[in-house]
DNA sequence: GTAGGACTTCGAGTCAACTCGAGGTCAATG
DNA sequence: CATTGACCTCGAGTTGACTCGAAGTCCTAC
């Protein structure tokens, strides 16, 4: 019936509002994350909520889920399962993921604190010095 | 000459002491961070020295810094700059990203234990809220 | 003299999250 | 009715730091 909805919104639209490419938008696609409502001629065709959908793909991003944890996000969890429980389920591993990466960070400041300090005068002299474990 | 040194290292064995695998020598080799002393039969021969690159090699690395930045280390200075000069303009630049890192570390954390204490019943009411700023 | 093991080169494959290009289709407009 | 522009699919390319495999060579030991 409604085959000319004109609510419906095209790739293009889609990823105007949500400012993202319709290439990225293919690719969610093709790993699961969203997909059209319906296709007329050929052409994918969206509803608002598409919009909706990447603004909570891209906002997962940037918090640092991988694709594969958005779609364990979306799909990973029995239908009911209320979004606080997904978030927390999944942000719990990822902020420990985060400890660590800090903790690597805080080690490599470290580590360049350290260095800058070197009085070597050249680095083979250096790279003597560090194989033996202390640098001059 | 000394066509057989026996000081010289095959590069199994310089791996095996530095700690790296043969085959990562040989891609440091393509990308010129390490060379043989020379060559008999065919067969890469290294000098002690090597392993002591490599380990400098390996401390870089750890403390952050690409191949490609190592190779800077290694060869974008005049050659008698000081080992502490080129570990210094290095690092400071290094250690400016890892700030940047710390802080975008730092916004995910935020986000994630914001998003933890999301109620909506279903990530499609996650989305829209997010999409209008606010999950509740 | 032959078996084994370590070595050689070269090209392709890996991971993530896309992008780009070629070649073709579709709808609206002049 | 021809052009334009947005869309389609599919395959390949990107980046970094390697690894893996194939096919061949070399030295040593038995």
Chains 1, 2 share one sequence.
Not at 23 to 31: D, L
Not at 77 to 85: I, Q, R, W
Not at 117 to 125: A, F, M, T, V, Y
């Amino acid at each position: 019936m409604t085959n000319t909805n004109h609510d419906d919104l095209t790739i293009g639209e889609v990823a105007r509002r949500a400012g993202v490419s319709p290439s990225a938008i293919r690719y969610y696609e093709s790993v699961g994350l969203v997909a059209p409502e319906r296709r007329s001629g050929g052409r994918r065709l969206y509803g608002e909520a598409a919009v909706e959908r990447l603004a909570l793909i891209s906002f997962a991003k940037d918090a640092g889920f991988s694709l594969d944890e958005i779609r364990q996000l979306l799909a990973g969890f029995p239908e009911d399962t209320p979004a606080g429980v997904r978030w927390t389920e999944l942000a719990t591993a990822k902020l420990t993921e985060l400890d660590a990466e800090s903790q690597r960070i805080e080690v490599m400041r470290g580590a360049l604190q350290r260095i800058m300090r070197c009085r070597c005068s050249d680095l083979d002299q250096c790279a003597e010095a560090m194989a033996k474990s202390r640098c001059r």
